[in-house]
């Protein structure tokens, strides 16, 4: 393959990984004379990789490139490339396509994933997608708004994802719960031992319960998070009409933020409910290892969750910045208000068994963890710790924020219920499962804890 080579005043670093879009290492340059695009793969570690359909089928992709005008380069933007003719199927000239082979557990068997390689192919300048950045006919760059437009699009995949996580778990937990009601296994002491008496119902025991409803809970949960994040998703698109960005690093945040703890709880939940049923959990029959194959990768596309959780702690950081000059927080991020309210006191119970319960306690206390996770986050910054060193902390501050955001929209959709005539008596119903969600964030959390205080006497 060819080199189109960069000048050194391009100063821009280039990188063979997904991760980095802003170092993305494909090209898109400008050809002024033919007012089209040059398409381009500078080596083999820049090859497209994973794309659903490409492998055997799909006529043509939308390609996220480097913009290279003159010797600059904008930035990735979006272009439309034709890979197969639609009439036999056959690759244009100067594409390789292929299939990538067979994924994990056998999912997304039927899906044809494959690679991509351009070797100096040429498009249209139209081709490329210009809702918000344009080139023109003389190749003069015409800038958005944000720097960060483009990132829309990855918001609405991730929100799409957390619905999704919610909606799976959601189908895997009533499967697990309807087979351990049917299901009977042992006697209980307490009972007859007359042989006569009917086996006790898996789901009465407690190792069952404990785990199916609280995965329950959770799957009620992150559908009501999904519903919360597509309403600011779709204020966001509207504002991003008449080029107003204003939402925009929230709402990237906290989708960010959901996704990594969704599509971890999802994934993670699928299994439990699996060995939940027992032997019968593993046959594919069951439907639950289906559901658990097609849907753990989540973790790893659309932003892997390690490094999404980087993202949002960068952007609550800056909040705190903001909050410290004066400036307004988000809606998603008015927590960190309880720093200048009570910064160092712990929170001191009257009446613990009653005041657990107390919707308002609940955002107070997980408010109060998050505010202080990223103020304990900026302070090992500042005192010089280098952020590669910080990927724990950045994940604790991210599942910190996506669970008191999913805390907050569950109590939100309690008090809702309430004042509606329709929904009013589903309402005790609700504030139960919100109740238990808030009691598992607590119980997980602290057995995070003390496995990270494990790690560390022990490092």
């Not at 249209?124 to 015409?142: A, E, H």
Request: glycine residues 6%.
């Amino acid at each position: 393959m060819k080199n189109l080579g960069f000048s050194k005043t391009n100063q821009v670093s280039f990188f063979s990984h997904g991760s980095n879009v802003m170092g993305l290492k494909t090209e898109a340059k400008y050809d002024q004379n033919s007012d089209e695009f040059i398409i381009h793969t500078p080596d083999i570690t820049a090859a497209k990789w994973w794309i659903g359909g490409l492998g055997v089928a799909c006529t043509h992709a939308v390609v996220q490139a480097q913009l290279i005008i003159g010797a600059k380069s904008y930035g990735p933007h979006l272009f439309i490339v034709p890979i197969r003719s639609p009439i036999d199927l056959k690759t244009f000239e100067g594409i390789t396509v292929g299939d990538i082979g067979p994924k994990a557990y056998g999912a997304f068997a039927t899906s044809d994933n494959g690679f991509a390689l351009f070797d100096q192919v040429r498009i249209p300048r139209d081709n490329m997608l210009m809702k918000f950045s344009q080139v023109t006919r003389d190749g003069k760059y015409i800038a958005p708004v944000h720097s960060k437009m483009s990132y829309g699009s990855m918001v609405k995949i991730r929100v799409d994802l957390v619905e999704e996580a919610g909606w799976r778990l959601g189908k895997a937990v009533t499967i697990a719960i309807r087979y351990c009601t049917v299901r009977r296994q042992f006697q209980t002491p307490e009972s007859n031992s007359d042989n006569s008496n009917l086996e006790t119902q898996v789901i009465s025991y407690s190792s069952v319960k404990h785990r199916l409803m609280s995965l329950l809970s959770t799957a009620y949960a992150t559908i009501v998070s999904s519903e919360a994040m597509y309403t600011k998703f779709n204020i966001l698109t509207e504002q991003l009409e008449v080029n107003n960005a204003d939402m925009l690093p929230e709402v990237h945040a906290t989708s960010c933020a959901l996704k990594s703890w969704s599509t971890r709880c999802s994934a993670d939940g699928i299994e439990e409910c699996r060995k939940a049923m027992g032997g019968h959990g593993f046959s594919v029959f069951s439907g639950v290892s289906e559901l658990f194959a097609i849907f753990v990768p989540s973790n790893t596309y659309e932003g892997d969750n390690f490094v999404l959780s980087q993202q949002v702690a960068r952007f609550l950081l800056k909040q705190l910045n903001d909050m410290s000059k004066g400036k307004k927080l988000t809606s998603t991020t008015e927590y960190l208000n309880t720093l200048t309210e009570e910064p160092t006191n712990s929170f001191k119970f009257e009446n613990p068994y009653e005041q657990i319960l107390d919707s308002r306690i609940q955002l107070k206390i997980f408010g109060r963890r998050t505010a202080r996770l990223v103020a304990s986050l900026d302070k090992q910054l500042k005192s010089g710790r280098a952020w590669s060193d910080l990927n724990v902390e950045c994940w604790a501050v991210n599942l910190a924020h996506a669970e008191y955001f999913i805390l907050q929209e569950m109590i939100h959709k309690v008090e809702t219920m309430r004042a509606s005539v329709e929904h009013a008596k589903l309402a005790d119903t609700m504030k139960s499962v919100s109740d238990l969600v808030s009691m598992g964030f607590i119980s997980y959390t602290f057995i995070i804890n003390a496995y990270y205080l494990v790690l560390f006497v022990h490092s």
